[in-house]
């Protein structure tokens, strides 16, 4: 099972290059599992033991099911992940003719390690918008093979390389597609339409706009002497929203079971698919009661928000307090902060810790050190959203926010057999 979820991993991070793919992705699989489409500006006719998914702009999904117990009785059991990840945005107008190379200028996108950026295999993907026979239409897009690189300053030019060298993401960050001649006049736009026929068959008479980013071609995989870890770009959070499917199909018919995966989340979550805007509480007002059955069923609700969690590393283990250093396949990451970075509450902690230790699952906690300042998720804008219970917990990672991050190769199972007891079978407090 362990090899076989790692692949399907895998499979995912290979295949969901932006957050627009990783939507299509998991509605693909729901879909083939038997999840039934909505439509948010349509009317919804849902049954008590259907099994539906609903998107926004793409690149956000809620997928929930209507178990046969009493909502309003029993709650709903939501598992909250988020979609996008750290990376380089084409700006608008990107076209740059320096020096007898073709550039593209780029926005960092979210809180990136830059300097991993550097020497890698680069290639393109994301939704465009374009016309077609007077209709606008978007379509997504990825080029696949490398057609981009931000090649690194050599050390005989820049001496202080290695002494702390601070990126200028304006300057040093455009990635190098092409040499092209002085009377050349490379036109993006021309290019994005080329894509779209070669990709898709699609003649676009205008493309009007695009939402691209660059990435590692780079495929994740299974590494290490035995095999220990799993390396790949967007593990931070895509490893969660992988997690949260598989747990999701596994849900027994009972309960009311409830994934959303949403995007914007390393950007603050304020946007109309992130985790502080309406989507969730929209989706959820059309399938409670109202008034005070609603509430009712938040209140009997909890929600596990699941992103990863920095891993005690070897060599900067000061960098944890002492007490509380996640280890990779050491099982997952209860995240606590009494400022609230975190949502986790002593009952929402017990609760978690009880349902792993009830399933043979190990489990860890992570409080950041005290003189250190503390990252944030989706939990803590949820629970204020919505009035949930929520626990905050993730898998232990390396290199968070770098173009290749690292986490161990046992852990995934572990999350996905406590997530499939958390929809199908445990107790809510």
Same mark, same amino acid.
């Given at each position: 099972?362990?090899?076989?979820?790692?692949?399907?991993?895998?499979?995912?991070?290979?295949?969901?290059?932006?957050?627009?793919?990783?939507?299509?992705?998991?509605?693909?699989?729901?879909?083939?599992?038997?999840?039934?489409?909505?439509?948010?500006?349509?009317?919804?006719?849902?049954? #008590?033991?259907?099994?539906?998914? /609903?998107?926004?702009?793409?690149?956000?999904?809620?997928?929930? %099911?209507?178990? +046969?117990?009493?909502?309003?009785?029993?709650?709903?059991?939501?598992?909250?992940?988020?979609?996008?990840?750290?990376?380089?945005?084409?700006?608008?107008?990107?076209?740059?003719?320096?020096?007898?190379?073709?550039?593209?200028?780029?926005?960092?996108?979210?809180?990136?390690?830059?300097?991993?950026?550097?020497?890698?295999?680069?290639?393109?993907?994301?939704?465009? +918008?374009?016309?077609?026979?007077?209709? &606008?239409?978007?379509?997504?897009?990825?080029?696949?093979?490398?057609?981009?690189?931000?090649?690194?300053?050599? &050390?005989?030019?820049?001496?202080?390389?290695?002494?702390?060298?601070?990126?200028?993401?304006?300057?040093?960050?455009?990635?190098?597609?092409? %040499?092209?001649?002085?009377?050349?006049?490379?036109?993006?736009?021309?290019?994005?339409?080329?894509?779209?026929?070669?990709?898709?068959?699609? /003649?676009?008479?205008?493309?009007?706009?695009?939402?691209?980013?660059?990435?590692? +071609? %780079?495929?994740?995989? /299974?590494?290490?002497?035995?095999?220990?870890? &799993?390396?790949?770009?967007?593990?931070?959070?895509?490893?969660?929203?992988?997690?949260?499917? %598989?747990?999701?199909?596994?849900?027994?018919?009972?309960?009311?079971?409830?994934?959303?995966?949403?995007?914007?989340?390393?950007?603050?979550?304020?946007?109309?698919?992130?985790?502080?805007?309406?989507?969730?509480?929209?989706?959820?007002?059309?399938?409670?009661?109202?008034?005070?059955?609603?509430?009712?069923? &938040?209140?009997?609700? #909890?929600?596990?928000?699941?992103?990863?969690?920095?891993?005690?590393?070897?060599?900067?283990?000061?960098?944890?307090?002492?007490?509380?250093?996640?280890?990779?396949?050491?099982?997952?990451?209860?995240? /606590?902060?009494?400022?609230?970075?975190?949502?986790?509450?002593?009952?929402t902690a017990g609760f978690f810790?009880?349902?792993?230790?009830?399933?043979?699952?190990s489990v860890q906690s992570f409080?950041?050190?005290?003189?250190?300042?503390?990252?944030?998720?989706?939990?803590?804008?949820?629970?204020?959203? #919505?009035?949930?219970?929520?626990?905050?917990?993730?898998?232990?990672?390396?290199?968070?926010?770098?173009?290749?991050?690292?986490?161990?190769?046992?852990?995934?199972?572990?999350?996905?057999?406590?997530?499939?007891?958390?929809?199908?079978?445990?107790?809510?407090?």
């Amino acid at each position: 099972m362990r090899e076989e979820l790692n692949q399907g991993l895998i499979d995912y991070l290979r295949a969901s290059p932006t957050p627009f793919h990783a939507t299509a992705n998991l509605a693909q699989a729901l879909q083939a599992a038997g999840y039934k489409p909505l439509n948010e500006s349509e009317t919804w006719h849902t049954e #008590l033991g259907g099994r539906y998914y /609903v998107t926004r702009n793409d690149s956000a999904i809620i997928a929930f %099911q209507l178990g +046969t117990k009493s909502v309003v009785e029993h709650g709903m059991r939501l598992v909250g992940a988020h979609t996008d990840s750290p990376c380089l945005r084409v700006k608008p107008q990107p076209e740059l003719q320096r020096q007898g190379f073709w550039q593209l200028g780029v926005e960092v996108y979210g809180g990136a390690l830059l300097a991993p950026w550097f020497d890698r295999d680069l290639s393109l993907a994301g939704r465009v +918008t374009y016309s077609r026979d007077g209709k &606008i239409e978007s379509q997504l897009i990825n080029f696949k093979l490398p057609i981009a690189v931000i090649p690194s300053l050599a &050390i005989h030019l820049n001496r202080e390389a290695n002494q702390g060298w601070a990126i200028n993401p304006q300057t040093e960050l455009p990635p190098v597609l092409a %040499q092209v001649a002085s009377e050349e006049r490379p036109d993006f736009r021309a290019l994005l339409a080329d894509q779209l026929s070669r990709e898709h068959g699609l /003649v676009a008479d205008v493309v009007l706009d695009f939402e691209l980013s660059f990435y590692d +071609t %780079q495929s994740a995989a /299974v590494i290490g002497l035995n095999g220990d870890f &799993i390396a790949g770009a967007r593990l931070d959070n895509l490893l969660s929203c992988f997690a949260g499917l %598989q747990a999701l199909l596994k849900a027994g018919p009972e309960e009311t079971c409830v994934l959303v995966c949403t995007d914007h989340e390393e950007v603050g979550s304020a946007s109309i698919c992130g985790a502080d805007g309406p989507f969730l509480e929209q989706v959820l007002r059309r399938l409670v009661p109202e008034g005070e059955d609603f509430q009712r069923s &938040i209140n009997r609700s #909890l929600m596990i928000s699941a992103d990863n969690a920095h891993a005690v590393h070897p060599n900067y283990s000061d960098k944890h307090d002492g007490n509380h250093g996640p280890k990779l396949n050491a099982g997952p990451v209860i995240k /606590v902060n009494s400022n609230q970075r975190y949502a986790t509450s002593s009952e929402t902690a017990g609760f978690f810790r009880h349902l792993c230790l009830e399933n043979e699952v190990s489990v860890q906690s992570f409080v950041t050190r005290s003189d250190m300042g503390c990252g944030s998720t989706i939990g803590p804008i949820t629970a204020s959203q #919505l009035g949930v219970r929520t626990v905050d917990i993730g898998l232990p990672t390396f290199g968070m926010h770098s173009i290749r991050e690292l986490a161990g190769s046992q852990d995934l199972a572990h999350l996905v057999k406590v997530l499939a007891a958390f929809y199908s079978s445990a107790e809510l407090p």
